[in-house]
T-cell receptor, first 114, second 118 residues
Framework: DGGITQSPKYLFRKEGQNVTLSCEQN?????MYWYRQDPGQGLRLIYY???????QKGDIAEGYSVSREKKESFPLTVTSAQKNPTAFYLC?????????????FGSGTRLTVV | AQTVTQSQPEMSVQEAETVTLSCTYD???????LFWYKQPPSRQMILVIR??????QNATENRFSVNFQKAAKSFSLKISDSQLGDAAMYFC???????????????FGQGTELSVKP
């Protein structure tokens, strides 16, 4: 079955550490997105990529980095520069030409700073 | 820039009753897509219903329907015959038809937490 896989489901980070969240899709979607979810704030866009080897900052990119070396993969690194990284992170993908179809979402990663 | 507002942080409905969740948005575009997503306790985001702005007819999916008022920029979700499994966070979202508008990103409202009483 096609879908998006996020791992790990739960992640704990010590102060000053970088951590990487994995996102893999087998839907043959061109576009991929990372969102952060905090209580009462909905989902906010961190980074997006419309094509391999290209990505753009979203609304809250500071303290995060991404890569898109393969169509199937769009990992997110939360760096030590991110001051408040504890949140729920959602990865999504979309057919580049299918705006009307919305997104397919992964099951999310809960990141906690300890 | 487009914005989406859900003014009801929490709603409650009795099982088998009908509930309406509100959503308003702001845009200068004439053509766009609107969505309602459901996020149950598992936190998996599930597409509930979609509306294309150029269509005057309101979308319907089984017990879920929308009231799309383009002039008022309003997009409410009606859930009929509410079931315990409908309890979830519901998000309204906007998407431009301009594919190069920030990669066709979805812009989300803050969410409405729906509880269903047995």
């Amino acid at each position: 079955d096609g879908g998006i896989t996020q791992s790990p489901k739960y992640l704990f980070r010590k102060e000053g550490q970088n951590v990487t969240l994995s996102c893999e899709q087998n839907l043959n979607h061109d576009a991929m997105y990372w969102y952060r979810q905090d209580p009462g704030q909905g989902l906010r866009l961190i980074y997006y990529s419309q094509i391999v080897n290209d990505f753009q900052k979203g609304d809250i990119a500071e303290g995060y980095s991404v890569s898109r070396e393969k169509k199937e993969s769009f990992p997110l690194t939360v760096t030590s520069a991110q001051k408040n990284p504890t949140a729920f992170y959602l990865c999504a993908s979309s057919s580049r030409t299918g705006n009307r179809y919305g997104y397919t979402f992964g099951s999310g990663t809960r990141l906690t700073v300890v | 820039a487009q914005t989406v507002t859900q003014s009801q942080p929490e709603m409650s409905v009795q099982e088998a009753e009908t509930v309406t969740l509100s959503c308003t948005y702001d845009t200068s575009e004439s053509d766009y897509y609107l969505f309602w997503y459901k996020q149950p306790p598992s936190r998996q985001m599930i597409l509930v219903i979609r509306q294309e702005a150029y269509k005057q007819q309101n979308a319907t999916e089984n017990r879920f329907s929308v009231n799309f008022q383009k002039a008022a920029k309003s997009f409410s979700l009606k859930i009929s015959d509410s079931q315990l499994g409908d309890a979830a966070m519901y998000f309204c979202a906007y998407r431009s038809t301009l594919i190069y508008n920030q990669g066709g990103k979805l812009i989300f409202g803050q969410g409405t937490e729906l509880s269903v009483k047995p």
